[in-house]
């Protein structure tokens, strides 16, 4: 699961585990930790920013020290002004212009929940993404 990106609603902003991606990380000042569903707690190293395609890039990007999963914020996204749109089996993001910047399909991933996984390489044919069943 190192190379699929999750689309989580109840995140607060964008997150992952692997330092390796960021274009831009700086260090953080403060000690600030990310408490994750199981209720334990990864200390968040630095804030930078991860292209994942020609149309999208991460920015204010937490590298979490332990984090398993590679966590896109709908939240921030509606922040920085893409428009998130569900719909039966997919969700849509779109830049101000209304342009399809990607689309995830829902998908189950050995979870006892559904979760919307996002797959860049289905969109762009490269970039980082691979369909995980």
Request: charged share 25%; glycine share 10%.
């Given at each position: 699961m190192e190379d699929v990106w999750i689309m989580d609603s109840g995140c607060s902003r964008h997150m992952t585990g692997h330092r390796?991606?960021?274009?831009?990380?700086?260090?953080?000042?403060?000690?600030?930790?990310?408490?994750?569903?199981?209720?334990?707690?990864?200390?968040?190293?630095?804030?930078?920013?991860?292209?994942?395609?020609?149309?999208?890039?991460?920015?204010e990007l937490a590298f979490v020290r332990n984090l398993g999963?590679?966590?896109?914020?709908?939240?921030?996204?509606?922040?920085?002004?893409?428009?998130?749109?569900?719909?039966?089996?997919?969700?849509?993001?779109?830049?101000?212009?209304?342009?399809?910047?990607?689309?995830v399909d829902l998908t189950s991933v050995s979870a006892p929940r559904a979760v919307w996984l996002l797959v860049l390489l289905l969109i762009y044919g490269s970039g980082i993404g691979d369909l995980v069943t």
């Open positions: 390796k991606w960021f274009s831009s990380l700086n260090p953080v000042s403060t000690k600030e930790y990310i408490t994750f569903g199981d209720n334990g707690q990864g200390k968040v190293m630095g804030v930078g920013s991860v292209s994942l395609s020609a149309k999208l890039s991460l920015r999963f590679n966590l896109v914020s709908v939240s921030q996204l509606l922040d920085e002004g893409f428009e998130v749109r569900f719909k039966k089996g997919a969700c849509c993001v779109l830049d101000a212009e209304e342009t399809l910047v990607f689309r």
